[in-house]
């Protein structure tokens, strides 16, 4: 199946500060990412959708300019919490889908811990 | 009413059972069916795929879609406690967009 990265796997980041988190991915052209969050014990939430070379799609209530995202290429994709606070603590995973088929692949999962 | 709904468990089974996951849901225009497992502080993984009605067998997983009556089911045959996991059922329209609606996921646990 097609894998899909993320980095870093986790990070620890003081209030107010800004973490960028990549996912690629590695055996594929995925011309579409999607962005989720997810709280503990809870299901995925989609934050944005990305197509290659265009500006990101974002869920209702989800602030565009908190949480910047950049699909540059046709493998990579970032996602940068900007000022982060407490309550941005979260698990944040991405997913990338080929243009030929209708499935998403999933990256292993960024831990976000804001101090 | 949440547009997928799927019962969150935690299911706790026996090794070797017969395991029954299912979903339900009310957007009649979804079409693609998927089922994902997911390992503590793990990304989803890709476990069965369906277009439309019908049954897919890949293993010891069976899934399962009733578009007629919007369910569908996944199932695991002699299940092993490396199952234990959370499971995401997943559903989408035909739309470009290719977004994916999730349920809340089921917690499974296989006891040795």
């Known amino acids: 199946g097609a894998v899909v990265s993320q980095h870093p796997s986790w990070v620890i980041c003081k209030s107010g500060t800004s973490v960028k988190i990549e996912c690629r991915s590695l055996?594929?052209?995925?011309?579409?990412m999607f962005w989720y969050r997810q709280f503990p014990k809870q299901s995925l939430m989609l934050m944005a959708t990305s197509n290659e070379g265009s500006k990101a799609t974002y869920e209702q209530g989800v602030e565009k300019d908190k949480f910047l995202i950049n699909h540059a290429s046709l493998t990579l994709s970032t996602l940068t919490v900007t000022s982060a606070h407490p309550e941005d603590s979260s698990f944040y995973i991405c997913s990338g889908a080929q243009k030929s088929t209708d499935t998403q692949y999933f990256g292993p999962g960024t831990r976000l811990t804001v101090l | 009413q949440k547009e997928v709904e799927q019962d969150p468990g935690p299911l706790s089974v026996p090794e070797g059972a017969i395991v029954s996951l299912n979903c339900t849901y009310s957007n009649s225009a979804f079409q693609y069916f998927m089922w994902y497992r997911q390992y503590s502080r793990k990304g989803p993984e890709l476990l069965m795929y369906?277009?439309?009605?019908g049954n897919k067998e890949d293993g010891r997983f069976t899934a399962q879609v009733d578009k007629s009556s919007k369910y569908i089911s996944l199932f695991i045959r002699d299940s092993q406690p490396s199952d234990s996991a959370t499971y995401l059922c997943a559903m989408r329209n035909s739309g470009s967009a290719r977004q994916l609606t999730f349920g809340s996921g089921t917690q499974l646990t296989v006891l040795p």
């Open positions: 055996d594929f052209q995925a011309t579409t």
């Open positions: 369906t277009y439309s009605s």
